[in-house]
């Protein structure tokens, strides 16, 4: 019977972990300046402007929407979710030969 | 986790309803079957050959939603739910909630689908893009998606530890389905009109794509792609800053449909920001889908599911690749209406999530059926006439559009453009001709396999009844 997975060493490496920092911070550091400027900018026409208040309906669907999922993740960090962000695939994996294996 | 396993041991049998999840698989390919029909009868419409003239119950406009509609909600749906009845309690390692449930969400959703088509076919379609769905039927289509997510999330939410990207995918789509779907058909027709409609009108369309299929195709291709590489993704954190990333990103992106609108500016700038950050996001998972790979090559051309998979996620990046150029603003201006965008729906709808959910079926039916297809070369027939048609007609259109463009920009008359796009609309034609044989093909091998499966089982019956 060959080794379990979860026996082995981790496969998480550091140039994977910094691969994925680096790409995180790519995406979030622009995309949270844009969002945040444009955001602005909303506030400034809502203050001066009644006719832009129709503009609130996406706005108010987004955020929503966005906060759900801001306290899902506050909730998966409480959690321990990403406490060992690797194992779950390996986990899978093996679940998935234990079921065929019962097959 | 483990320690439940170890307590309870569940076999597969007694976590996957294997009958309902064909069932859910035989419905899809019925629809797909009406939809490619639908399709290649407009084709000839387009070179005004139209086959159904005269015919006011099956006039081009009606047929046209049925085409989109038996897709997306006929198609797709039914394969995802058939898909996720194998991977959710596999991978949750418990039974969805009642079966029951399953089997009445089953038939409630066969009586939506086709409750859309004849109303549609009446002419009661609600006027919203993918969300025509006759307002009568929506109460019952969005209970039926309330339950879905009920039955599905009741194994989630019991898991304890760390989550397989997958099931986070599979979670965010319930949620996003439900509410996506109640936004774009209730808040238009009973609460909004005007600009403030056609907003929330560009956020459904988008979001129904990105927030409906996008989540449950990365989710099962995270399952499967693992599963018959034998090896783990590459890096699960990459998945999660891929899957966190659409959470935040993806959901004010739909605005980028309605640039030049009077919809503020600083609305469509944001969408097109958000659909920048999306852009990038997309990139971290297609590296991480190929990264992972790195060394199993090889099964790009044994492995029949595998190429299905990777051939989608091509498709992926190069819609992707579209969009970045779709949400600038002096490309939208001549691009608007064209038939480029004719060509980039039916590359992320086919090309992409039809490819996932074929090339499930393809490793799934010989699962369910207990026997191997009874025609590889069959199997082959069939992606390679879905690959080249959906290639063929991506690119016929994706070119034909800048022209289209122009034409209208040189204010030369309409019918010239029209005159003009018929040899782009010829090959259209050809193109769909071969995806619909393609299927053809494949609902006759799995109907070859089916007889196959039944004659190995007949001497075992006897053997039992003896």
Known sequence: MSTPISARPPASTRKQTLTTIVLALIILVPCLLGFGNKFKEFILLFRGDVDGVFAITPIMNYLLASLGFFCLFLWAILQGMFRDLEQPKKTMLENERMLDDED | MSADVERERPRHEDLVDERLVSWYFLAALGYMFISMLGGFLMGFQLIRHNPLRGIELLSPGRWRMIHTNAIAYGFLANAFLGALHWAVPRLALRPVLDRRLSYFIFGAWQVVVLSTAVGIMLGQAQGLEWGETPVWIDPLALAGLLLVAINFLAPIVRLRG?????????????????????????????????????????????????????????????????????????????????????????????????????????????????????????????????????????????????????????????????????????????????????????????????????????????????????????????????????????????????????????????????????????????????????????????????????????????????
């Open chain 2, 162 to 466: 760390p989550m397989y990207v997958t099931l986070w995918y599979f979670t965010a789509a319930f949620i996003w389905t439900f509410l996506t779907y109640a936004m774009g058909n209730f808040i238009p027709q009973y609460f909004v009109s005007g600009t403030s409609a056609g907003a929330v009108g560009g956020l459904f369309i988008h979001d129904l794509v990105g927030l409906f299929v996008t989540p449950l195709g990365w989710g099962l291709m995270y399952y499967f792609v693992p599963i018959m590489l034998k090896k783990p993704v590459w890096s699960h954190g990459l998945s999660l800053v891929g899957f966190w990333g659409l959470a935040f990103f993806y959901p004010l992106t739909g605005i980028h449909h309605f640039l030049y609108t009077p919809i503020p500016m600083f609305l469509q700038y944001g969408a097109v920001i958000s659909t920048i950050a999306v852009e990038m996001v997309v990139t971290t998972v297609l590296i991480n889908f190929f990264v992972t790979l790195r060394g199993a090559t090889g099964a790009l051309t044994n492995n029949l599911p595998i190429r299905w998979f990777y051939t989608g996620m091509v498709f992926y990046g190069l819609t992707c690749l579209q969009c970045a150029f779709q949400t600038t603003l002096t490309f939208q201006a001549l691009i608007h209406f064209t038939d480029w965008v004719v060509g980039h729906a039916h590359m992320v709808m086919f090309g992409v999530f039809s490819m996932w959910l074929l090339g499930t079926m393809t490793y799934l039916f010989p699962r369910l059926l207990k026997t191997d297809w009874y025609s590889r070369t069959l199997c082959e027939w069939h992606y390679w006439l879905s690959a080249l048609g959906i290639g063929l007609m991506s690119a016929d259109l994706i070119v034909a559009g800048p022209f289209q463009g122009y034409f209208w920009a040189s204010l030369l008359p309409w019918d010239v453009s029209v005159d003009f796009s018929i040899p782009f609309w010829a090959v259209r034609l050809v193109a769909g001709t071969m995806m619909f044989t393609g299927l053809l093909v494949f609902l006759t091998n799995l109907a070859l396999t089916w007889a196959q499966a039944r004659r190995a089982e007949e001497p075992a019956v006897l053997a039992a009844a003896a």
